[in-house]
């Protein structure tokens, strides 16, 4: 399912990236190629069994070639249904099935990108690209074949009739089809230019609205409705009179091309009529008809492809959007390297650097050397911008060390499949992360097989069993999108949870009671005592409070650390930390 990961995109033309992805689906294309040319045979036999049919009657040729005209048609238009379920089944399976191994090719890519990646490209557009330029691919894709193929055949079809039976007519039919198709499309450009103009002005309005009701609670508290309406009714009456314009403009140019198809094919009639008339070429009246139908026929046939070009364009645009997500190269490499099965949970940092590689900027670390052993808690703190947050992700593996190198249980960590230590690994963020899902569910991500036992003892141990017996589902209570139907705290004590049921060894700790009421902190503060018992710990903490047990305490500033000691020993030191811990009492 996943090959798109195996393909190349950069510098390629996206009409070759395409290919590629139906490249599986080669033998079903072009069955659906052949099953369309059976269901939609009408189409250019018809102007042909209709001139048959007009000459029959005419000439009172024998009644039988009209019923053998009439059951051609018949089967025909029967085997229409057959064919177009099995031009179906191939093509747009094909196309549905592309779209999926994207997604899931993108999926997969998302997982294996950086964190440095994540933090440059935001959700959203990696969200629209898995939705929305999937889509627009498949939707070009199903455009592209079925008006694209019905077209062409139609225009191949008709050619090929006309050259066996009126072969003079060719010429003509080639130089007055395009240029009636041409004019065609002149016209529908200036009508897509003003509903392009006119959707600029319903945007305006959309952003108008979006405004007011957001501004609804200071407009109401200030009196300032008639002045909130006064902004709307301004860009809805220029949406009235854009609406208007562009109805008229879409009534007249609508009518103009009307006009000028029906009038070339007037023009084509009366033509094919006298030539039939004076006997200029031997035609008969039935292929006057069948010149008519096929010059209106053919006239929309070319005006579809046409009409394809901006279609196509959009749907390349997103093979290429695609294309710089499939191809990043910032990924985190795991292939190779050594896997492990147990950690202690020593941490040594030697003469660590890390920079973000934007032009101007500081590195985030440098010159980092600490060690942290097995069950020891490291608190980071200092000032925003020291780098502490950069301390925990190189930690966690989610960035890798620019200089120096950061050891684990005395072994390189750049060595180290990150994807076998992270099971050894816990983090409990600032802002919980929880899913739409249950509760037993969001507690045991991940874990298969975990006992109802275990998951109590998880929850009792994070001070969460208390609220979570409250509820009427209990652990079966759907916590909503981001867990919004729970609070800050109950949140936060659900992903500590998450991090005692899986008995980490090493635990990283990212502010995690920074934004909580005093109750919430006096429980989630109770709960991370008995997580952090017996396992490498690093914390972040804005308040220095709740770090004043840590084994240790690294002051940091700049990107170095600056002091290290207990809180007693760094209190007598006098310094930053000092400096810090008067700075948040006062």
């Not at 996943?2 to 079903?28: C, I, M, Q």
């Not at 079809?157 to 007519?169: E, K, T």
């Not at 001070?463 to 909503?480: H, I, K």
Request: net charge positive.
């Amino acid at each position: 399912m996943n090959t798109a990961l195996d393909h190349s995109y950069r510098g390629e033309h996206p009409v070759r990236t395409l290919a590629y992805l139906f490249k599986e689906d080669r033998f079903k294309l072009v069955v659906a190629v052949f099953a369309f040319l059976f269901k939609h045979s009408p189409t250019w036999l018809l102007p042909l069994i209709t001139a048959n049919v007009i000459n029959i009657v005419i000439g009172h040729r024998p009644i039988v070639e009209l019923w053998g005209n009439t059951a051609v048609l018949l089967a025909l238009l029967l085997l229409n249904h057959p064919f177009h379920l099995l031009y179906v089944r191939c093509m747009h399976g094909a196309i549905r099935r592309v779209g999926v191994n994207l997604r899931s090719a993108l999926c997969r890519r998302m997982q294996q990108l950086s964190i440095g990646y994540h933090s440059r490209v935001s959700a959203a557009v990696l969200q629209t690209k898995v939705i929305r330029d999937v889509e627009s691919i498949e939707q070009t894709s199903q455009q592209a074949s079925d008006m694209g193929l019905s077209a062409l055949t139609t225009l191949v079809g008709g050619l090929v009739v006309i050259a066996f039976r009126v072969p003079a007519a060719i010429p003509v039919l080639l130089v007055v089809v395009p240029t009636a198709a041409f004019l065609v499309m002149r016209l529908r450009t200036r009508l897509r230019e003003d509903n392009e103009s006119f959707r600029r002005e319903v945007e305006t309005l959309s952003s108008r609205i979006s405004e007011m009701t957001t501004l609804i609670p200071i407009t109401r508290a200030h009196g300032l409705e008639r002045d909130a309406l006064h902004r709307v009714d301004g860009t809805l009456t220029k949406v009235l009179r854009k609406g208007l314009k562009l109805d008229l403009l879409n009534g007249s140019f609508g009518a103009l091309a009307w006009i000028l198809l029906n009038a070339l094919g007037v023009a084509f009639l009366t033509g094919s009529a006298l030539i039939a008339y004076y006997q200029v070429i031997p035609i008969t009246a039935g292929d006057v008809v069948m010149l008519t139908t096929f010059f209106t026929t053919l006239t929309s046939a070319v005006t579809s492809l046409l009409s394809l070009t901006p279609v196509i364009s959009k749907g390349l645009a997103s093979v290429r959007s695609i294309g710089e997500v499939l191809q990043a190269p910032d990924l985190e490499h795991n292939e190779g390297k050594v896997k492990i099965d147990s950690v202690r949970g020593e941490v040594e940092f030697r003469d660590v650097g890390f920079s973000y590689g934007e032009p101007g900027e500081p590195p985030a670390v440098t010159g980092l050397t600490l060690r942290a052993v097995p069950g020891e808690t490291i608190a980071l703190v200092g000032p925003s911008g020291a780098g502490k947050s950069t301390v925990l992700n190189l930690v966690i593996g989610f960035l890798r060390p620019t200089s120096g190198r950061i050891l684990l249980d005395g072994r390189d960590m750049e060595t180290v499949d990150m994807r076998t230590y992270r099971r050894f690994m816990s983090v409990v963020p600032q802002e919980s992360i929880l899913f739409e899902g249950s509760i037993r569910e969001n507690v045991t991500y991940g874990l298969a097989d975990v006992s109802e036992e275990r998951l109590t003892r998880a929850l009792r141990d994070a001070n969460a069993l208390e609220f979570v017996e409250r509820l009427p589902a209990g652990l079966d209570t759907v916590v909503g999108e981001r867990g919004a139907r729970l609070s800050g705290g109950q949140r936060q004590r659900l992903a500590i949870a998450r991090a005692l049921i899986r008995d980490p060894r090493v635990l990283i700790l990212d502010e995690a009671t920074s934004a909580l009421d005093s109750r919430s902190e006096a429980l989630i503060q109770q709960a991370l005592a008995r997580l952090v018992a017996g396992r490498t710990v690093f914390v972040v903490a804005h308040r220095l409070s709740t770090i004043r047990n840590a084994d240790r305490i690294a002051v940091m500033r700049d990107g170095g650390i600056v002091e290290v000691g207990t809180h007693e020993e760094l209190m007598r030191l006098r310094g930053v930390y000092a400096g810090l811990q008067q700075a948040q009492l006062a």
